[in-house]
């Protein structure tokens, strides 16, 4: 079976909960819609909430967000196909997987393509504060002409696209934090994602990145809740 939720940062009491629940198996799959907080100390703390996970009876298949580092950046990941796309992985943990962007996967049967990144609306307190930020948080033109290189491939038509963020005319400005002047956010990333939506076929869009539980049109936003992939479609 294969699962899906929102952002966790570092805190997996409810996936915890989740497998003891529905009694999961690392033949099952959890996606992490971006900001799994694994990779984002990087020192022992990460340490200790990777084993934590990789002692759940689940496998977690995440992808990038923005308050994390990329896995590629690192030198303890390695790649390796699976389900028909290239992930990430690091031999300690072996249950735990990052999707690399621009990569279609086939997960029960639906071509699914992964394109993570976002901006931090919190930069300059990161910055100011010494906490995590990475200037490459956002997709960089290299991987942008991938991810569509990717899509040329398969003629614009997918089946399921998992990204981050959302594309810029579904953000949910509802709610946008007060406070945050969005004229000064970069939305170059969902400026894009909005090109790659009017281009492409496909059949639902799931993302994370803003906190709620959200569903317009074809494209969900998820956070704290969990759902079975593909549920109710052919």
Avoid at 95 to 103: T, V
Wanted: proline share 3%; hydrophobic share 35%; charged share 30%.
């Amino acid at each position: 079976m294969i699962y899906i939720t929102g952002d966790t940062h570092g805190r997996f009491e409810r996936i915890e909960a989740f497998c003891r629940r529905f009694q999961t198996s690392y033949d099952d799959i959890l996606i992490i819609l971006g900001d799994a907080g694994i990779n984002f100390s990087g020192a022992r703390y990460d340490s200790l909430k990777k084993r934590l996970l990789e002692s759940l009876p689940i496998t977690i298949f995440a992808i990038h967000g923005n308050h994390e580092q990329r896995p590629y950046t690192l030198d303890s990941y390695k790649e390796k196909l699976w389900h028909g796309g290239t992930v990430y992985y690091e031999e300690e943990y072996p249950s735990l997987l990052f999707a690399k962007d621009g990569e279609i996967f086939d997960l029960n049967g639906k071509q699914t393509v992964v394109m993570g990144g976002a901006y931090s609306i919190d930069k300059e307190i990161r910055l100011a504060y010494g906490w995590g930020w990475w200037e490459d948080e956002q997709p960089s033109e290299e991987i942008k002409r991938y991810v569509e290189q990717q899509l040329e491939k398969f003629g614009w038509k997918v089946d399921m696209v998992l990204s981050h963020t959302t594309p810029l005319k579904y953000e949910p400005v509802e709610v946008f934090m007060s406070g945050v002047d969005q004229s000064r956010v970069d939305k170059s990333t969902e400026e894009w994602l909005n090109h790659i939506e009017e281009k492409l076929s496909y059949q639902k869009w799931y993302c994370g990145h803003y906190h709620t539980e959200k569903k317009i049109d074809k494209l969900e936003i998820m956070f704290e809740n969990f759902d079975e992939f593909c549920a109710g479609m052919e």
